[in-house]
C-alpha cells in the first residue's frame, strides 16, 4: 500500500518545482516599461517578433493583456451545472489564449513544433504570425490595435462575415484594447533606447 509513496512524493515536489518556475504575471501590467523592466526577456521576445512579424510592440502586448493579463496557464472559467462541472467554453490556454486547432495550424505553417501556449516567446510568436495574417487576408494594419483585436477574437472568416457587428460588448473590448495600445505606445516610446541599451 505505501510502496509508491516515494513515487507519489518525488512526483508532487517535480510539480511544485516545476511551478515555481513559471514567470509570474508583472507587478504593474499598466506600465509596458514596468512590465520589461521586471521581465527583460519578454522585451526581446517583443522586439523579435516586431522584427519577423512587423507587428508593433505596444498592440501584441496590448492584446496579450486582455486575453490573459500576462498568466502563462490561463484558461476560459469552468462551466456549471448546478454543482457539476461540465468543461469550457473553449480551449483557449495560454498568454495568447490560443485556442487547439489556431495553434496546430501555427505550428504546422511555421515549422515551430516544439512551440508552447504556457511559454511567453512561443505565444507572442503566435500572436506575431495571427496577426501578419489578418493584415494579409482581411486587410487589416498591424497598427491597428482595434481591427486586429476583433479579428484575434471572431477568427479571420468571422470577422469577414460580420459577426463581431452582433456583439456590442466586443466592440468595447476592443475599444479598451485600442486605447491600452495607445498608452503603451506612449510609455514604450520613452523607455525602449533604454530598454535596448540593456539599462534596465
Known amino acids: 500500500m505505501f510502496r509508491h509513496l516515494p ?5 508532487g515536489l517535480l510539480a511544485l518545482l516545476l511551478a515555481g518556475c513559471a514567470t ?8 509596458i516599461c514596468a512590465i520589461f523592466e521586471q521581465h527583460g526577456g519578454w522585451h526581446k521576445a517583443a522586439n523579435k517578433t516586431r522584427e519577423k512579424w512587423g ?4 498592440v501584441t502586448m496590448a492584446m496579450m493583456y486582455q486575453e490573459s493579463s500576462f498568466r502563462h496557464d490561463a484558461r476560459p472559467p469552468m462551466r456549471w451545472f448546478l454543482f457539476i462541472p461540465y468543461g469550457r467554453a473553449s480551449s483557449a490556454y495560454g ?3 490560443a485556442k487547439d486547432e489556431t495553434w496546430a495550424d501555427y505550428r504546422r505553417e511555421t515549422g515551430n513544433d516544439w512551440a508552447d501556449r504556457d511559454d511567453f516567446d512561443d505565444a507572442m510568436d503566435f500572436m506575431g504570425w495571427y496577426m501578419s495574417k489578418t493584415s494579409r487576408l482581411n486587410g487589416i ?3 491597428d490595435a482595434y481591427g ?13 462575415r460580420g459577426s463581431h457587428l452582433k456583439k456590442r460588448w466586443l466592440l468595447g473590448v476592443s475599444r479598451k484594447v485600442e486605447a ?5 505606445a506612449g510609455q514604450y516610446w520613452g523607455c525602449k533606447d533604454k530598454l535596448n541599451k540593456g539599462w534596465f
Open 7 to 11: 513515487s507519489l512524493a518525488c512526483a
Open 95 to 97: 498568454y495568447a489564449q
Open 148 to 160: 486586429q483585436y476583433l479579428n484575434y477574437h471572431e477568427g479571420w472568416g468571422g470577422y469577414r
Open 141 to 143: 494594419s498591424k497598427w
Open 55 to 58: 507587428v508593433p510592440v505596444h
Open 180 to 184: 491600452r495600445a495607445q498608452r503603451y
Open 24 to 31: 509570474a504575471p508583472p507587478r504593474n501590467p499598466e506600465n
